[in-house]
C-alpha cells in the first residue's frame, strides 16, 4: 500500500522560503513509471495543482508559481518542492500526491489523475 507522508509546512513571512518533503514507501511494481506532484488546497477555495514531475523527469508548473517554486525527486521515494519568493496568496495545505500514469503530454496538475494522496501539510504566509 502507497504511503505519502508531507512534511516541512511553517508558518512564514512574504518573500520567506520553504522546502516541502514528501516521503513515499510502498512503491510497487505498478510504480516503474510514474507522476508525482503537488497540490494545494485554502479554506473556501477549489483544490489547486502547483507542480507535478514524472519518471522522466519532466515537470509541469502551474502558472502562479513559475519562476518561485521547483519541484524536484532525488529519488522515486522522496520528493521536495522548494518554495522561494513566498506570498500570502500560496497559504493553503499541500498535498503529495503519486500516480503510477505517465502521460505524453508531461506529468498533469489535475488531481483526478492521481490515486495516491498524503495527509497534506499546512503552509502559511503572513503579509
Known amino acids: 500500500q502507497v504511503r505519502l507522508v508531507e512534511s516541512g509546512g511553517d508558518s512564514v513571512q512574504a518573500g520567506g522560503t520553504l522546502r516541502l518533503s514528501c516521503a513515499a514507501t510502498g512503491f510497487t511494481d505498478r510504480y516503474t513509471t510514474y507522476s508525482m506532484g503537488w497540490f494545494r488546497q485554502a479554506p473556501g477555495k477549489e483544490r489547486e495543482g502547483v507542480a507535478a514531475?514524472?519518471?522522466?523527469?519532466?515537470t509541469h508548473y502551474a502558472n502562479s508559481v513559475k519562476g518561485r517554486f521547483t519541484i524536484f525527486q532525488p529519488n522515486k521515494n522522496t520528493l521536495f518542492l522548494q518554495m522561494n519568493s513566498l506570498k500570502p496568496d500560496d497559504t493553503a495545505m499541500y498535498y503529495c500526491?503519486?500516480?503510477?500514469?505517465?502521460?505524453?503530454?508531461?506529468?498533469?496538475?489535475?488531481?483526478?489523475?492521481?490515486?495516491?494522496w498524503g495527509l497534506g501539510t499546512q503552509v502559511t504566509v503572513s503579509s
Open positions: 500526491a503519486a500516480d503510477p500514469g505517465l502521460w505524453v503530454g508531461g506529468p498533469p496538475l489535475l488531481g483526478d489523475s492521481y490515486s495516491d
Open positions: 514531475i514524472d519518471s522522466r523527469g519532466t
